[in-house]
Each structure stands twice: as structure tokens, then as C-alpha cells.
């Protein structure tokens, strides 16, 4: 595995790469590399000819109260994964290189109708954040190919809008959540769960289950599903519900009725961990 810090590098390394007709795939992390991470390389490597995978915690997605500065930070151990997975290129831009500028910079801006909702809703420039680092990194690695999971749902469609509102030639392909063998979605943020909330957090996904089952059954009263699975989540031990709702799996706006395809957003806190799940339903 090659690991660059240089733009000029990589972009001589694709290039070659292009020239001699192979497909390049791409996926972007913030690192500390769960089997999650590891799964969207998978998928990367089965469609492609070479892969990049890229580490940068990009200060452009936190907001100022949020943890920027304690994000786990495990390069070395990342760096082993893969190379294990035998990941061609390993990018690790500096943040001198990626914001020459400062933070001042030209911003990607998907509309609100999919970024002031939901997470938007209460990490009011997250999206921006999001967009333009992505943006930055398609332009600096020009893979053909770039992997998302499933898992960041709302990430994925802002991403998806903007690559078919800029014309951005890559395709982008939508990996499935990755799973504890309880349940619970894999995230980074899962280490900052005691082993008391540890033991709380896959009711999550247990209600997420239950409403879907409700929904595949006939049910159509979302409100009363998301509101009697947030109850449930309370009365399990988790501090605050930040929302369940029933959405349009493409606009994610609130879903009317089960004729839609659905996706079923939730965000509840235990402790210091904000934890995100969602569930599909297809009828
Ligand atoms: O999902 C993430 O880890 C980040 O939001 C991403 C897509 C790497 C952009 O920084």
C-alpha cells in the first residue's frame, strides 16, 4: 500500500492508472476503522481496479460544540487495516493542504429541503461541511467509483443530489449497514458508550425493526409508531430521543403513506455517544 500526503502524487498515481485503462474506486473516511469502513472497501475493491481510500477529519463538518478535537484519531492502526485489505492508496491530505485558505473557502451548498432537516436540523452547517470536503476529495482523486455506507443515510442522499446536480462524473454506490452481532450499527462513536449503555444501545435498532414490521404489516400511523418507539427508547435508559421519523427515502421528507419506499431515520443519545440508525422498507 502506497500512503500519500501529496495532491501531486496521487494525482500523477491515478493518472497512470487511467491511462492504462483501469478503473479506480474511492472511499473517504474520517478514520478509526471499524468493520463498517472495512465493508465499503470490500465493495470498492470488488468493482474496481485499484482503490483509495483517504483518512481526514475534516474540521469543516463539526460544529463548534461538537468533537473535532477528540474524534479518535488512530492512523497507525487504520494504516494496518488496509494495507490488509491490500488498499492500493492510503491518502492522507493535511488540513494545510486541503484549506491552503483557511476554512474560507469556496463552499459546496446542497439545497436545504434535503440538508435542513433531520441532522441538519440541529447541526445547522454540518451538510456544508460534508459536501465540500467530498467535493474536494472526488476532484483531487478522480476515481471512477465511490463507496458510502448506508449507515449516514441522509449523508448518502446529500452526496447522491450532488453529484446529479454538478454533473459530477463518478458513480456513487450505497453499501449496507454494518451490524454487532446484537444489532447494533457499527460507528466510531460507539467507544464512548459505558459498558452499562453498551448494553442499552441495540434497542435502537430493535425499535427501528419493530416499526418497520409494523409498517410492512399494514400499519400506516407513523406518528403514533415513532412516538410510541421513542417512549419505549426512554424507558430503556436513553437520555433524549433527537428524532424518529418515518421518511420518503428520497426527499426524506416525512412520509404520508406506505405506497412510498421508506426509510425510517432515528437519533437518540445514551450518555456522551449520539447514535444514528435507520431502517429500510420496501413494500
Ligand atoms: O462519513 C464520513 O466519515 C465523513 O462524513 C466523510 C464522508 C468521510 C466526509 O468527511
Redesign the pocket.
Given at each position: 500500500m502506497n500512503t500519500i500526503e501529496s495532491l501531486s502524487e496521487l494525482r500523477s498515481v491515478v493518472k497512470a492508472w487511467k491511462l492504462s485503462g483501469l478503473i479506480v474506486g474511492f472511499v473517504?473516511?474520517?478514520?478509526n476503522l471499524h468493520a463498517g469502513?472495512l465493508s465499503l472497501v470490500e465493495l470498492a475493491k470488488q468493482r474496481c481496479d485499484k482503490v483509495v481510500v483517504?483518512v481526514?477529519?475534516?474540521p469543516?463538518?463539526f460544529g463548534p460544540d461538537e468533537d473535532f478535537d477528540s474524534y479518535p484519531r488512530t492512523f497507525q492502526a487504520d494504516s494496518e487495516k488496509l494495507a490488509s485489505l491490500s488498499v492500493d492508496v492510503l491518502y492522507v491530505p493535511s488540513v494545510a493542504e486541503m484549506y491552503p485558505n483557511g476554512l474560507e473557502q469556496s463552499v459546496v451548498s446542497v439545497p436545504p429541503a434535503l440538508t435542513g432537516l433531520l441532522e441538519g436540523a440541529s447541526r445547522p452547517s454540518h451538510f456544508d461541511?460534508?459536501s465540500t470536503?467530498?467535493c474536494k476529495?472526488f476532484n483531487m482523486v478522480q476515481a471512477d467509483v465511490s463507496v458510502?455506507?448506508k449507515?449516514?443515510y441522509q449523508?448518502l442522499r446529500v452526496?447522491q443530489q450532488m453529484v446529479q446536480d454538478l454533473n459530477i462524473p463518478i458513480e456513487v454506490v450505497a453499501a449496507p449497514i454494518v451490524r454487532d452481532v446484537d444489532g447494533l450499527a457499527l460507528s466510531?462513536r460507539n467507544q464512548y458508550l459505558s459498558k452499562t449503555e453498551r448494553a442499552i444501545a441495540p434497542k435502537l435498532s430493535v425499535v427501528l425493526q419493530d416499526i418497520a414490521l409494523a409498517i410492512e404489516s399494514g400499519n400506516q400511523s407513523f406518528t403514533v409508531l415513532t412516538d410510541v418507539a421513542t417512549q419505549r427508547l426512554l424507558d430503556e435508559g436513553f437520555d433524549l430521543v433527537d428524532y424518529i421519523q418515518v421518511c420518503d427515502s428520497i426527499t426524506l421528507q416525512a412520509a404520508e403513506s406506505a405506497s412510498q419506499s421508506l426509510v425510517i431515520l432515528a437519533v437518540a443519545r445514551l450518555g456522551n455517544a449520539r447514535l444514528l440508525d435507520n431502517r429500510e422498507v420496501e413494500l
Open positions: 473517504p473516511t474520517m478514520g469502513h483517504s481526514f477529519v475534516n469543516m463538518q461541511g460534508v470536503i467530498v476529495l458510502f455506507g449507515k449516514d449523508q452526496i466510531s
